[in-house]
């Protein structure tokens, strides 16, 4: 472990660490997808998840984070992040969820986030969620030892404003490591050539939080709950990687969660 100002740059041994966490939460995700449908209430998909990472040797990390009383963030329709799972909230046909999971292991933290269609889903929303994801990969071509966490925004937020897309200002992505929430902050959203400079051994999540209208959020009552002041659908994608041999090593997978839905574009 290596501090540079408040950033925290990781060992190979780490990196190992958490790499192995972020494979649980991976097929933690994959696993949550398979109950995904209609009819389906957020509160079995979080019981899902909860079950089997305990089941596999680790801890759900969102449970009681700050307070938070799920296992999982479960974001439906107009929710950007932290949906609270509810036996109340039942999927219907066309909605979309998203689902944020953190899981520790042996003291690291796995942490990715997807955007599932329920059932047939409106073509301009399949839209929003195939941009949204594209997004990331763009986001995390820009992850290269001398560039910079600005190059990162940058790329995310021409992609997605392109088509006029609301890029989410309040909530951005993060460094990662033993703690869930690490230095520096990772904006969807900036300049080339701005922001702390990307070296090897950073561990960071990049997580695009883009809406169909407009960029603007609430918080709601409960204190968690992210909603579009519009009320527009919202979709986040979310990958963790470290920095080896000088570009991005993913720790985290989609491939586990696409074997089950069958597909990689909505």
């Known amino acids: 472990m290596i501090r540079r100002n408040h950033i925290i740059l990781k060992t190979r041994e780490e990196i190992d660490k958490l790499y192995l966490a972020n494979q649980l939460n991976s097929r933690t995700l994959a696993e949550v997808a398979k109950h995904i449908r209609p009819g389906v209430s957020t509160a079995e998909l979080d019981k899902v998840a909860h079950d089997f990472i305990i089941s596999h040797g680790g801890y759900p990390a969102c449970l009681g984070y700050e307070g938070f009383p799920g296992s999982i963030c479960a974001s439906v329709n107009e929710i ?16 979309i969820i998203t689902v944020d999971l953190c899981t520790e292991l042996d003291g690291f933290i796995g942490d990715s986030a997807f955007t599932f269609p329920v059932g047939e889903i409106d073509p301009k929303v399949a839209d929003l969620l195939n941009t949204t994801k594209e997004a990331l990969y763009l986001g995390i071509d820009q992850v290269e030892v001398g560039k910079h966490i600005g190059d990162i925004g940058e790329a995310v937020q021409k992609h997605c404003e392109a088509k006029f897309y609301g890029v989410v200002r309040e909530f951005v992505g993060h460094g990662i490591g033993r703690g869930m929430h690490e230095d520096p902050n990772v904006p969807n959203y900036g300049h080339r050539g701005t922001g702390p400079m990307i070296e090897e051994g950073l561990c960071i999540c990049i997580e695009p939080m883009i809406t169909l209208g407009s960029k603007n959020v609430f918080i709601s009552n409960d204190g968690w709950t992210v909603r579009t002041k519009d009320r527009k659908p919202a979709a986040h994608f ?26 990689d574009t909505f």
């Open 238 to 263: 979310e990958h963790c990687m470290a920095v080896v041999d000088g570009r991005a090593k993913l720790m985290s997978t989609f491939d586990y969660t696409y074997e089950v839905i069958g597909r």
């Open 80 to 95: 950007v992040v932290h949906g609270i799972p509810s036996p109340d909230i039942i999927l219907r046909e066309g909605d």
